[in-house]
């Protein structure tokens, strides 16, 4: 039995809810059953010839992570993980969803272990930001870049190694833990040649499906969560993803009604809406999940299509009070998917107070639990009214298997719908384009 299952409820994706323009009819779902059970037997095949790794990394080996991460967190007071894209997404959505909301900023005997920042961007004024709140003689710097040549990440190791040199002198490798991949690329070649410590990015696994290789696992791991636990859930969602018969496989109808609202109701905007701060980050994660691995110019084929959801994150409840009126009023050209969590880890009751202001008494008795679950309620049968299309994915309670169960569905769905929309989701040509056109223009700029 599957510990804290995901419940996934698509019912007002359909026309039953909000009626055949805008919401999927049966039959429509019917007949694409027999091209989505083509790609999982296709999916399964390539699998069992190891070509699509990401979905064993649930089963791998965790010591030499869970290793490092020891050492680093007995030997440093932070650190800090450079890398960009899906080189810090994956990191960045575990760490914001399993680790304390104010983790950084907790006092020291309240927090373990290390702080962990991740530095994904190249603003100077953040760098030196960033600077400033560590103390680089007690910091290890984790570089992550699988190809081990991305502009943003090596200018930022580049910078870190210099200023780790002239603080630190001999020893000073030791502050550094490359994450790349196995073989090729520049940082592989300084990582054996200077004799930093490594961890490896399988070969095959691309950034954005790279959240279960140490990309994400080894700063959750120094953060002191149970990685064990999140592939733990990976596994359990493996095997409903594994489903042959569609309906019960999650991914696959993910996929199905996200491809036909995208491609026959219009719905070119797929926003995902976390009523739970907690999972903000894994929405920022699926953006580029979904937007790199499904905006394509060309099908398998080579024909042009020009294909592509643009994802959205949205926050409930705050952006009740920014996007909703647009999602409710504007145009109808959305699925909005809700995650929803069932149990919070804290009950923090609203006092009963003003039992004479009616407009304030009724919150009283009431959790704050309570009150999320039920603005995530109300903009669901809002949007319904609306005949907005939506879903809701329920988190039982957020840890670390049910993180792993969403984070592992969404990448099979995301498969799922490359096949549907006869792409390749697994290049990025437009990224390597604007990557190669970076390195021209500084190359030319001397
Ligand atoms: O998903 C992807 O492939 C990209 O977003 C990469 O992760 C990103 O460009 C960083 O690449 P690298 O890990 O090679 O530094």
Not at 169 to 187: D, N, R, S
Not at 289 to 317: C, F, H, M, Y
Request: charged residues 25%; contains cysteine.
């Amino acid at each position: 039995m599957i510990k804290d299952p995901l419940i996934i409820d698509y019912k007002n994706m359909l026309a039953d809810s909000i009626g055949p323009k805008h919401g999927i009819l049966l039959k429509e779902i019917g007949s694409l059953k027999k091209k989505a059970s083509g790609i999982l037997r296709k999916t399964s095949s390539e699998r069992a010839k190891g070509k699509l790794p990401f979905l064993d990394l649930p089963y791998q080996d965790i010591k030499k992570i869970i290793g490092i991460s020891e050492e680093i967190s007995d030997s440093f007071d932070d650190l800090v993980v450079l890398g960009i894209g899906g080189s810090a997404l994956g990191a960045i959505a575990l760490l914001n969803a399993l680790a304390h909301p104010y983790r950084n900023i907790l006092p020291k005997g309240l927090r373990r272990r290390p702080r962990v920042f991740v530095y994904d961007n190249i603003d100077p004024d953040q760098f030196k930001g960033l600077l400033d709140v560590i103390d680089i003689t007690r910091t290890a710097f984790n570089v992550v870049t699988k190809s081990g040549e991305t502009a943003e990440t090596l200018a930022s190791f580049l910078i870190i190694r210099e200023r780790l040199k002239k603080a630190i002198g001999a020893g000073w490798q030791e502050h550094i833990i490359a994450t790349t991949g196995p073989q090729k690329g520049a940082l592989r070649k300084i990582a054996s040649d200077e004799g930093y410590m490594t961890l490896d990015i399988p070969s095959g696994v691309g950034g954005r499906f790279s959240v279960f290789t140490p990309v994400g696992l080894f700063p959750a791991s120094v953060a002191g969560i149970d990685i064990e636990a999140i592939l733990a859930g990976a596994q359990s969602m493996d095997k409903r993803c594994s489903q042959k018969k569609i309906e019960e496989n999650p991914a696959s109808m993910g996929a199905i009604l996200h491809y036909i609202a995208n491609t026959k109701k219009g719905k070119n905007i797929s926003v995902m809406m976390p009523y739970s701060h907690a999972l903000e980050r894994v929405a920022d994660w699926f953006c580029q999940l979904w937007a790199e691995s499904l905006g394509k110019r060309v099908d398998l084929k080579g024909k042009v299509i020009n294909t592509g959801q643009t994802p959205v994150k949205a926050l409930g409840a705050t952006d009740q009070h920014s996007q909703l009126q647009l999602y409710i009023e504007g145009p109808n050209d959305k699925t909005i998917t809700f995650l929803r969590v069932e149990r919070f880890t804290e009950e923090i009751e609203i006092p009963r107070d003003f039992e004479d202001l009616e407009k304030i008494s009724y919150l009283g008795g009431h959790s704050l639990g309570e009150l999320i679950n039920a603005e995530q309620k109300a903009t669901e049968i809002a949007l319904t009214k609306a005949k907005r299309p939506n879903m809701r994915i329920t988190i039982p309670e957020i840890n670390p298997n049910t993180v792993g169960q969403l984070l592992f569905m969404l990448q099979v769905q995301t498969v799922i719908a490359g096949g549907l929309h006869n792409i390749n989701p697994f290049d990025q040509p437009g990224v390597e384009e604007g990557k190669r056109l970076t390195y021209e223009f500084l190359i030319t700029k001397g």
